[in-house]
Structure formats: structure tokens, C-alpha cells
């Protein structure tokens, strides 16, 4: 069998130099044997040979000898080439040089080093390429220690002047990311030629020193004779895009042009991943376009640009063409299938994610971990978290699971509204720290997780985490923690953190005016704004924009916020987009300026969206613009016929003007279309438990002390001035309309917390949707009938009622 040692007859006692006759050579060269021995490609073939060189008497031939331990030696067959090698009594050096390099690359460094021990033994004399080849093994192991022996050997004989060598431990130094001493060794040459340059380029590149890569480019034409060939430009377009050079980058392109590379395949392919980096991706693919043959490096550089440059269906289309065109011939490789599976996450496309999860089986990739993260992301986009966690599952139970599983399945859960769940898994990956341990990504990934659960001791939990580890210094993760606790209610921490860190991102900035937006606090947050641009440390971007704005909105602050939207244009040249302008028409239309906000709507530069139009639709609920209201709700319909909760919205327009017949048409067409709005509930945590209410729900462990509790509260609030806000509840009689209002989720949530929490302790509930008017006004009477402070935080913003008063100033 091939994977067996053939067994060889022993040589005979004097050994026979068939180079000694040349007609002899001769005629061994033109054999048969010889000629199929020259054409074997595998071990297998190899074998089969074997056999036929063995028949005819030549396995003691000088030159079958030689080519049997060098193709034994290529195919990695180490122990047959020493079968081979080791009863020859006269062995000539070629066959020691042929055999060491079959270990370097075959066996172990360990093996490669035995060898080379046992040739300084028999007086094999010294040849620099066999340095070159355990240096070359020493980098690619980063084997830094044994590199170093090598190289002080290497001076020891003498070789510390000759250039291949040098360029050899230069090479080796910058694979073990030691990419300074590879500098100082280059330094030092006396004489240096473009291979040497080359691997001062690709030392640089690879180790992430793009800048030092390129300059070393510009270099090598100013200092030396030398002029960048395709091995160049090939290590400079990644520094270039690396860096997003895209100026650079065309340069070298029309070098390229210039000296004839731009038709080899390794230099279009690197063009195309250049360009598309850099984010010109309509000339990466006029180069694809143009190349005449494509290796799968240009699928997967013109693949991932797309996805990255936010064109997820052309990347889709080109994944696609590149399966049914099968004129290609590539194989798929992990970067071609991560691609695309990024592509369908971002598509939300299921089916095409399923089938590419299918096509991995086909292709044997579908064990490859980094593959199988990809598939946790575009699971969790898709909105499938189960069938993340299905392959999540698979890595953990294979002992499989990397940093990078763990991060991706919590921020699956965390895009999917499953905090609980993002925590859960947060404390089992803490288990097993072993395999994983958490880093500042995976605390970027949890924390607005639990930000979303609104509960203020998480957000103190998650912040002593990261001081005990370390990972408290990290931007990121403070910004995390400043909009976690701006959304857990902590405001006044959120500010003390901000104002504890040094260096501030963009986005710092942006969570913090964010903050004080939600809370109702517009004045601060307008403050806050202009103590960012008077930094003149960190320029406001459009997100910046968006979040003042918003918060001029929720504080009625209408003049500033429009003065801050024409800025945003003349002062900071930054485009609006659709959630700027929708800000705006909030802005006008909260203010009671509906027909300004119409016109504003009529005269935008790009279609509006359905946040527009949501906008004024929310407007003429406030102020019973019926007109407009049916305008606004109109091209809603038609944008998204299937969302209920703007049906909703027009129906309680006509209901609070009386007209019972628009009122009646707009829920005949909900229940023909079968659409519901979504069912409103009211989450509160009480002794470390979360309690969920409904409205009219009476299937909690404390019904009968709520409704109590709350027949008592609806009597004391009366009794100092609350009357029921019933015109949004139609076709029932009066009695029932408050009967109803009664037992909304957000008073069954501060009945149940008023019963079992001490007297002036704050009270802070959460809502998925937004407040209802009657359960506002309400809640500000039973602060101040018990004396409490009860924090609502809804699908938009937070209330702080006080004393009778909310934060909001009744305007949101």
C-alpha cells in the first residue's frame, strides 16, 4: 500500500557510479523508469514507479537514488526518502541538502534540526540556502528563540555579509514580530538588491505598520537603483488600502499600468481589494470587469467590498454569479462564503443564509470556526437566534468555542431584544474563562443588552466588572456604560462617568446629549453641545446633530433646533438623512406648528420615509388635525400597508373629533387585514425579579392586593383632581371606558411596586410603547398623593414624576 515503508533489497558491497560513463547516464536518463519518475506528481504515482525502478535493477543508480529522496522528500514521505537515503555508503551532498529541506517543510522544526545536527556530524560542508530554509521554518513557527541560535551560527562561519542569508534573518525577525530588529539588520547591509527591499516592505505590512510599508517603497527609488516590481506593488496595495489611501493606491495602479504588471492575475486582484477598501467601489469592479482571468482572491476582494461599502445585494448577485458560472472553476475558500454570509445578515435574508450554510457542507467548510461565526452573526440578523445558538452549541460542545463565538452570540441575543439571555450567557462564558476570556468587545456587545432591561443595578454590576478587569479605560466600553446608565435612569452617573474620562470619542459625546434628549433635559443637552464645539477637540457628526436636535424636540426648544439643522448643513457641510428630517417635523409638529411641519414635509430634498410622515401623524393626534392626519396616514399606507399601530393613531384621530365613521372604516380595514397593534405591558423589578403586567391582567401571584391597592389610588387622585381621559377607548359605555383605563399595565406595575417597596423609596417602571395621555396624567397625581417619585421609561423617552409635575412638562 502507499502509506506503508517499501521495503528495498540490501545494495550491493561496492558501490557503482553510474555517472561514470556518460553513455551510461545517458541511457539511464532516456529509461522509462526515469521518465515516469520525472513525471510523478504524487505518492502515490510515485509508488507505482517504484516498483517498475526496482525491477529493472536501478535502486542503486546514482541518479534514481537522488530523484526517489527528493520527490520521497517533496511528496513529505520523510521516512521512505531515509529508506531510500540511508544505506547509501557514498552519499553526496545534494542528497543531505534535498533531505533537510523535506523536513523544513514536512516535518518538525524539532526533526528539520535533527537532521541539520546529524549533517554537521558528517562533515557536510555549509551551504546558505540551508540557513535560509530553518529561518524561513523559524518564522513561520515564530520560533524567535532557535531563530537567534541560527543566526549567531550564521555569523560564527561567516556568512553575516552575504546578502541572501541577512535578508533571510531579516525575514525571520519580521514574522516574529520583531519588526525592529529586522530594520536594524537591514540597516546594516552594506549592499542591498529588491529582494531584500522587498522583505523590508512586507516585514512592515505585515505587522501592521502600513505607513513605514509604504515609505520604505518611496525609499528604495530614492536611495538605491532599484525599481518596485510585482512582488512590490503586491505587499504596497494592502498597506494602501489598509490605511484607505485611495490616492496612494491609484498612484501604484498607474505604475502598475506603466510597467506592464496590470495584467498579472496576484496584482488585479490586489487593485480590485485596494480599491474597494478604500471605498471606490465602482473602480474595483471596472477592474474586475477587465481581467481576463480571476483567481478566487478577486471574487472575494469584490465580494466582501460590496457587503463592506453597504451594497449587500450586488454582493449577493456576484456570490451568486459566481456559483452558476461554472466556466470559473474556483473553489470556494472561508473569505468567499464569510462574505456573502455577511451580505445575507445584513439583507436579512434567511432563505439565501440557509442556503449558503447548506453549500458549506458541500464545500467542506462548514466546520471552520471562523465560518461558524459568521453563521452565529447572520443567524442573529436574520432574527433566528435559535438557529444561532444551534451553532453556537455545536462549537461549545467541540470545545471549539473562540472569543469571537462568545462575542457574536451575545450580541445575537442583544440585537434580538434578549438581554436576559446576552447576560446568561455573559456568566457562562465566565465559566469558562479557560477557552475565553471576556474583553473589552464583549462588554461592548453586553452592555446595551442590559441597558435595554432598564435596570440601574445592572448597569453599577457591568460597570464594576470592567473596573476589576481592567477594561474600564477602554472608550468603548465607558461610552457603553454612559448610555446604559443614561437608559437605566441614572443620568446624573451617566454625567459623572463623562466627566471622569480624559479622552472622549465622538460617539462619548453623542450618548451623553443623547441622554439628557430622552431625559427630557434639552436645555442640558444644547449646553452639553456647545461645550463640544467650543472644544475644538472632537467635530460633531451628523449623529451628533440628530441626538440635539431630538432633544430640542422633546423640550420644545424649536428655534434651536432648527438653528442647529442649518448648521448641521451650511457650517459642518453634512448631508441630512431621513432620521434629520423626521427630528425636525417632530420638532415643528410637537410645538403645534403641523401645518409648517407639512410644508417642510412637501419641500424636502428626497422622498420622505415613513418616520416623516410618523412624525406629523403623532402631531395631529396631539392637536386633532384631522386634515392632515389623513394625509400624513395615507402615504403611510402605502409605504407599509401592514403596520397597525399608525391605523391606530388614525383611528383615535377620529375619535377624538367625533367622526365615528372614519373612526369605524379604519378598524374595519385593521380587522380585515388582520392587523393588531402591538399589545401593550409594563416590566418592573422588585427584589431582583422582573414583574411583567398587561393591561386587565390578573394572572400575577398579587391580584386581588393590586386591584385593591388600586381602587384605593383611584379614589385618592379623584379626590384631588384626576378625571379619566376616555376618548381614546370607543364602543363601550362610560362606566367601562374607566373601568378600563383603570387597569392599564402602567398602573397595575406602580400599584404593585407601591405595595411592596417602603414609603420614599422611587419607583421606576418600563413600557414598551409610549405612554398613553390618560395614564401621564395619573401618574403625576399619585406622586403626589403617596409622596413618591416614579420614573416611566417608554419605547421613547424617560418621565420623572415629582410632586404632581413630570419632567417632560406634559409635552412629549
Same mark, same amino acid.
Given at each position: ?28 536518463? $532516456?529509461?522509462?523508469? /526515469?521518465? %515516469? ?40 514521505? !520523510? ?10 555508503? =557514498? ?122 510599508? %509604504? ?21 504596497? !496595495? ?31 486582484? $490586489? ?11 465602482? $473602480?474595483?469592479? !471596472?477592474?474586475? @470587469? ?18 463592506? *461599502? ?103 441575543? /442583544? ?167 423626521? $427630528? ?15 410644508? &417642510? ?23 386633532? *388635525? ?7 396616514? =395615507? ?14 393613531? %388614525? ?5 377624538? /373629533? ?34 411583567? &403586567? ?46 378600563? !383605563? ?60 415629582? @410632586? ?9
Amino acid at each position: 500500500m502507499a502509506s506503508m515503508v517499501t521495503p528495498f533489497p540490501p545494495p550491493p558491497s561496492r558501490f557503482r557510479k553510474s555517472n561514470s560513463d556518460p553513455k551510461i547516464t545517458a541511457d539511464l536518463f $532516456s529509461h522509462p523508469s /526515469a521518465i %515516469l519518475l520525472e513525471m510523478c506528481s504524487t505518492n502515490r504515482e510515485l509508488h507505482q514507479v517504484l516498483t517498475l525502478v526496482i525491477k529493472n535493477g536501478f535502486y542503486t543508480e546514482h541518479i534514481f537514488q537522488t530523484k526517489l529522496v527528493s520527490l520521497f522528500s517533496k511528496f513529505g514521505s !520523510l521516512r521512505e526518502a531515509a529508506v531510500v537515503f540511508d544505506p547509501i555508503p =557514498n552519499k553526496i551532498d545534494e542528497l543531505y541538502h534535498t533531505i533537510l529541506k523535506g523536513h523544513v517543510r514536512n516535518s518538525s522544526l524539532d526533526e528539520a534540526l535533527l537532521f541539520f545536527c546529524r549533517m554537521k556530524e558528517d562533515e557536510v560542508p555549509h551551504q546558505v540556502y540551508n540557513f535560509t530554509y530553518l529561518l524561513k521554518r523559524c518564522g513561520e513557527d515564530s520560533d524567535l528563540r532557535r531563530g537567534r541560535e541560527i543566526h549567531g551560527q550564521l555569523i560564527t562561519i561567516g556568512f553575516q555579509f552575504n546578502l541572501f542569508s541577512m535578508t533571510s534573518v531579516m525575514n525571520m525577525y519580521a514574522k516574529c514580530r520583531l519588526v525592529d530588529d529586522a530594520r536594524k539588520m537591514f540597516d546594516r547591509m552594506p549592499n542591498r538588491d529588491l529582494v531584500t527591499w522587498n522583505a523590508m516592505v512586507a516585514g512592515y505590512a505585515q505587522n501592521g505598520i502600513s505607513k513605514n510599508a %509604504l515609505q520604505m517603497v518611496i525609499d528604495m527609488q530614492k536611495e538605491s537603483e532599484e525599481r518596485p516590481d510585482s512582488i512590490t506593488l503586491v505587499t504596497a !496595495l494592502p498597506a494602501c488600502a489598509d490605511l484607505r489611501f485611495l490616492r496612494t493606491g491609484r498612484s501604484i495602479h498607474a505604475y502598475a499600468i506603466r510597467a506592464g504588471f496590470d495584467s498579472l492575475v496576484n496584482i488585479a486582484a $490586489s487593485v480590485v481589494d485596494m480599491y474597494a477598501k478604500c471605498g471606490s467601489i465602482k $473602480s474595483a469592479r !471596472l477592474v474586475f @470587469d477587465r481581467m481576463k482571468v480571476k483567481n478566487v482572491v478577486s471574487w472575494n476582494s469584490m465580494i466582501d467590498g460590496y457587503a463592506a *461599502n453597504g451594497d449587500s445585494k450586488e454582493a449577493m448577485r456576484l456570490f451568486n454569479q459566481l456559483l452558476n458560472d461554472n466556466r470559473t472553476g474556483i473553489k470556494l475558500t472561508d473569505v468567499t462564503v464569510m462574505a456573502a454570509l455577511n451580505a445575507a445578515g445584513e439583507l436579512r435574508d434567511l432563505q439565501q443564509g440557509c442556503i449558503i450554510h447548506r453549500l458549506l457542507k458541500e464545500v467542506g467548510l462548514g466546520s471552520k470556526i471562523n465560518v461558524m461565526n459568521c453563521l452565529i452573526t447572520m443567524y442573529s440578523k436574520c432574527k433566528r437566534v435559535d438557529l444561532a445558538v444551534e451553532v453556537f452549541s455545536i462549537l461549545r460542545s467541540t470545545r471549539k468555542a473562540t472569543l469571537v463565538s462568545w462575542n457574536a452570540m451575545i450580541a445575537g441575543y /442583544a440585537q434580538n431584544d434578549r438581554g436576559t439571555d446576552a447576560m446568561n450567557c455573559f456568566c457562562k462564558m465566565q465559566e469558562d474563562e479557560e477557552m475565553a476570556k471576556p474583553d473589552s468587545f464583549t462588554l461592548v456587545n453586553l452592555i446595551p443588552a442590559l441597558a435595554e432591561l432598564s435596570v440601574l443595578r445592572h448597569a453599577r454590576w457591568i460597570h464594576g466588572y470592567a473596573i476589576r478587569h481592567g477594561l474600564d479605560n477602554n472608550v468603548f466600553v465607558t461610552t457603553a456604560l454612559i448610555d446604559t446608565y443614561a437608559k437605566c435612569g441614572g443620568v446624573k452617573l451617566a454625567r459623572k462617568l463623562f466627566d471622569s474620562i480624559p479622552i472622549k470619542h465622538v460617539t462619548t459625546w453623542n450618548v451623553m446629549i443623547d441622554g439628557y434628549g430622552t431625559h427630557g433635559m434639552g436645555a442640558a443637552a444644547v449646553e452639553l453641545f456647545e461645550e463640544m464645539k467650543n472644544s475644538n477637540v472632537v467635530q460633531p457628526n451628523d449623529i451628533t446633530f440628530l441626538c440635539v436636535i431630538s432633544a430640542c424636540s422633546h423640550s420644545g426648544l424649536v428655534d434651536t433646533g432648527t438653528a442647529y439643522f442649518e448648521s448641521m448643513k451650511e457650517d459642518y457641510k453634512l448631508e441630512p438623512r431621513m432620521d434629520h428630517y423626521g $427630528s425636525m417635523v417632530d420638532l415643528m409638529g410637537r410645538s403645534g406648528r403641523v401645518e409648517q411641519a407639512w410644508e &417642510f414635509i412637501e419641500n424636502m430634498p428626497i422622498q420622505p420615509g415613513i418616520s416623516v410622515y410618523g412624525a406629523i401623524l403623532g402631531a395631529c393626534k396631539i392637536y386633532k *388635525n384631522v386634515e392632515l392626519g389623513e394625509k400624513a396616514a =395615507n402615504r403611510i399606507f402605502k409605504l407599509d400597508p401592514e403596520e397597525g399601530g399608525y391605523h391606530v393613531l %388614525l383611528a383615535n384621530i377620529y375619535a377624538a /373629533a367625533s367622526m365615528w365613521d372614519g373612526y369605524a372604516r379604519v378598524r374595519n380595514m385593521m380587522e380585515k387585514k388582520g392587523l393588531q397593534k402591538t399589545p401593550g405591558q409594563t416590566h418592573i423589578e422588585i427584589r431582583n425579579q422582573v414583574h411583567t &403586567f398587561h393591561s386587565g391582567c390578573t394572572n400575577h401571584i398579587q391580584t386581588e392586593k393590586i386591584y385593591a391597592k388600586l381602587r384605593e389610588l383611584i379614589k385618592e387622585i379623584t379626590a384631588a383632581g384626576y378625571v379619566p381621559d376616555t376618548s381614546s377607548i370607543q364602543d363601550v359605555e362610560h362606566h367601562v371606558k374607566v373601568q378600563l !383605563l383603570s387597569t392599564h399595565s402602567e398602573k397595575l406595575a406602580i400599584a404593585f411596586g407601591l405595595i411592596n417597596t417602603t414609603p420614599g423609596t422611587t419607583i421606576q417602571i418600563r413600557k414598551n410603547l409610549r405612554v398613553c395621555g390618560d395614564c401621564h396624567n395619573a401618574t403625576k397625581f399619585i406622586s403626589k398623593t403617596t409622596g413618591r417619585e416614579i420614573v416611566v421609561r417608554d419605547m421613547h423617552r424617560f418621565h420623572h414624576f415629582k @410632586d404632581g409635575s413630570c419632567s417632560c412638562g406634559d409635552y412629549w
